[in-house]
């Protein structure tokens, strides 16, 4: 069963840039998995953002990829996300995801609310 | 980008009733891409189907999927007390988008 756990700082100031880490347990990072990222604002919807392959490989939401940098560390067996030039609408829920093999998001992390605020 | 349209935004229903969830695409969705997730307050997402009617992993079989092309469905046959809850549908193709949510509420 593949664990999730997303780390990072719940505070982040504007036009600061915003980092969190993604903990895979279960699973090896290197298995024919893509890794997610998605969002959800207080009160509102998911939100896409992107997703990485073990080989780098990487596809962003379009209306992100400006801001978004999502990486993977092979020896740490975990995934990140950078956001830059922050503003109070990236305020949000961010959960790290993978499909498991599925054309779907089929594990999900706890998810942790990183604030916009300075 | 694909925008997916759920509909009704708001259901209100009683313990034991049939839900009908229907999500809408923009333009073709391959059934393989197109997935339903429930989302309880307070928690993460969990997938209930994939490939717009394979249901995941220890799903109940009362949620089923269906549909092709722009329209898709998810029916909960009889609904339990922990099925009231918001469903989002989702295509995963090569831009991944969710629809709005739809709120399964008691009446």
């Known amino acids: 069963q593949v664990q999730l756990q997303e780390s990072g700082p719940g505070l982040v100031k504007p036009s600061g840039t915003l980092s969190l880490t993604c903990g895979v347990s279960?699973?090896?990072?290197?298995?024919?998995?893509?890794w997610s990222w998605v969002r959800q604002p207080p009160g509102k919807g998911l939100e896409w953002i992107g997703e990485?392959?073990?080989?780098?490989?990487?596809n962003y939401n379009p209306s992100l990829k400006s801001r978004v940098t999502i990486s993977v560390d092979k020896s740490k067996n975990q995934f990140s996300l950078r956001l830059n030039s922050l503003t109070a609408a990236d305020t949000a829920v961010y959960y790290c995801?993978?499909?498991?093999?599925?054309?779907?998001?089929?594990?999900w992390g706890q998810g942790t609310l990183v604030t916009v605020s300075s | 980008e694909i925008v997916l349209t759920q509909s009704p935004g708001t259901l209100s229903l009683s313990p034991g009733e049939r839900a009908t969830l229907s999500c809408r695409a923009s333009?073709?969705?391959?059934?393989?891409?197109l997935a339903w997730y429930q989302q309880r307050p307070g928690q993460a997402p969990r997938l209930l189907i994939y490939?717009?009617?394979s249901r995941a992993t220890g799903i109940p079989d009362r949620f089923s999927g269906s549909g092709s092309g722009t329209d898709f469905t998810l029916t909960i046959s009889r609904l339990e007390p922990e099925d009231f809850a918001v469903y989002y549908c989702?295509?995963?193709?090569?831009?991944?988008?969710f629809g709005g949510g739809a709120k399964v509420e008691i009446k």
């Open positions: 995801a993978t499909t498991g093999g599925l054309a779907a998001l089929n594990y």
């Open positions: 279960g699973d090896s990072i290197i298995n024919n998995d893509w």
């Open positions: 990485i392959f073990h080989t780098g490989s990487t």
């Open positions: 333009q073709t969705v391959s059934s393989r891409y």
């Open positions: 490939g717009a009617s």
């Open positions: 989702q295509q995963y193709g090569r831009s991944p988008t």
